[in-house]
């Protein structure tokens, strides 16, 4: 991989390519600093084949670690690693998620996570995502049931304190014991509540929108299936105008039909990609852990040894051309599902998920087959296995 360093005070510009956004020109996009810019005279500048196309960053609102590192380890210099790996996959900015575990190995995840800097050239933390401990012990899917527990809005505060105020998105079961309480407290302060590994029924989901759960965690996947006299949690989150969902498009948690499906009926505003990635991402085959439990790679599936899934090792830029096959979705509209529905649910699409002049300098460039051919974070180029940046 080679990577330049242009600095913060660097103008210069991507050309050639179709622009996927509303920045100055259809096939130019400047940038100056950390930011996109509108100078088209810049003076050095990057050719691009005419079938390559710049898109904005991906954001993964839910990945739980890659390249052999977890959140859970709480260790600065696994997150990051995963922040410097994500890059490859065109992913410029993400959501660090936990899963459920001890009050003690929560709690140090959280002081990590709290000092936790994001690196130049590398995806930007953008805060939190704590799903677990408070899920549904019979829909635990990968989560430890051992450590699961009844929302608690004493161990929420506990642990939005001691992260910095960074968590963003907490994944609950809104039928559990306090349920509906933790909802209303997370809303009031900004925090995303999202239905997951939940057996709550369309009716109690439906409740749960209304007090704000707004969203839904990997959307079909820790969840009652859709039938036609219960259809859970799943069809209200795909009925309701206001609410988005994740989804795995990976072919596996989710075949591709219902990938089509939910997106059918959520259009293409309210789904948002995801990878729900483990350690063993960017590392092959193999034997690896998550919580505490053993976990066998093979043949790009990650499962427990009782055979449930357990994460995935998918990557973003793989998410994004099934998206587009599974769906047969316009492009557009695979960007708005993989990096500004995501921004405007994380309420950072001021800066974020857009082309635009102003907007944070995140761009994928992807070729005439959706490969990642160049990503660049807040205006550093942190990804070019071609030697592009030679150009400049």
């Not at 907490?170 to 014991?177: D, G, N, S, W, Y």
């Not at 790679?297 to 998206?323: P, W, Y």
Request: aromatic share 4%; glycine share 12%.
């Amino acid at each position: 991989m080679n990577v330049a360093d242009h600095g913060t005070a660097a103008r210069w510009r991507l050309q050639g390519a179709t622009v996927h956004g509303d920045a100055c020109a259809s096939r130019s996009i400047t940038v100056d600093g950390a930011r996109i810019g509108c100078d088209t005279a810049a003076a050095s500048g990057i050719q691009l084949p005419a079938d390559w196309h710049i898109l904005p960053g991906f954001i993964d609102a839910h990945i739980h670690g890659a390249v052999g590192a977890d959140v859970m380890d709480a260790q600065a210099d696994g997150l990051g690693r995963i922040a410097a790996y994500l890059p490859a996959e065109g992913t410029t900015a993400f959501l660090a998620t936990t899963m459920t575990g001890s009050t003690e190995a929560l709690d140090a995840a959280m002081a990590t996570l709290a000092d936790f800097a994001s690196p130049a050239g590398g995806a930007e933390m953008l805060g939190v995502h704590l799903e677990g401990p408070f899920v549904a012990p019979d829909k635990a899917g990968a989560q430890p049931v051992a450590h699961i527990m009844a929302p608690d809005i004493g161990l929420f505060d506990r642990w939005q304190a001691i992260s910095g105020k960074r968590i963003r998105v907490v994944t609950l079961a809104p039928e559990q014991p306090g349920g509906e309480e933790l909802i209303a407290h997370l809303t009031a302060r900004g925090v995303r509540a999202s239905i997951g590994h939940s057996a709550c029924s369309a009716a109690q989901a439906e409740a749960a929108i209304a007090a704000g759960a707004s969203r839904g965690t990997h959307l079909f996947n820790a969840m009652d299936g859709l039938h036609h006299r219960e259809p859970g949690a799943a069809c209200a989150l795909l009925t309701d105008p206001t609410a988005r969902a994740e989804i795995i498009a990976d072919g596996l948690h989710v075949c591709p039909a219902m990938v089509k499906l939910a997106w059918q009926a959520a259009g293409h505003a309210r789904l948002m990609a995801i990878t729900d990635a483990m350690r063993a991402k960017g590392l092959g085959d193999g034997d690896y852990e998550l919580g505490g439990q053993p976990v066998t790679v093979a043949g790009g599936q990650a499962r427990l040894a009782d055979g449930t899934l357990a994460g995935s090792v998918l990557t973003f830029d793989a998410a994004f051309r099934n998206l587009l096959e599974f769906t047969s979705c316009e492009l557009a509209d695979a960007i708005a599902m993989s990096s500004s529905n995501a921004a405007a649910d994380l309420g950072v699409a001021d800066r974020k998920g857009r082309l635009a002049a102003g907007w944070d300098a995140d761009l994928v460039v992807m070729d005439a087959e959706f490969n990642v051919r160049l990503t660049i974070c807040r205006g550093r180029i942190a990804y070019d296995p071609d030697g592009l940046a030679g150009q400049l």
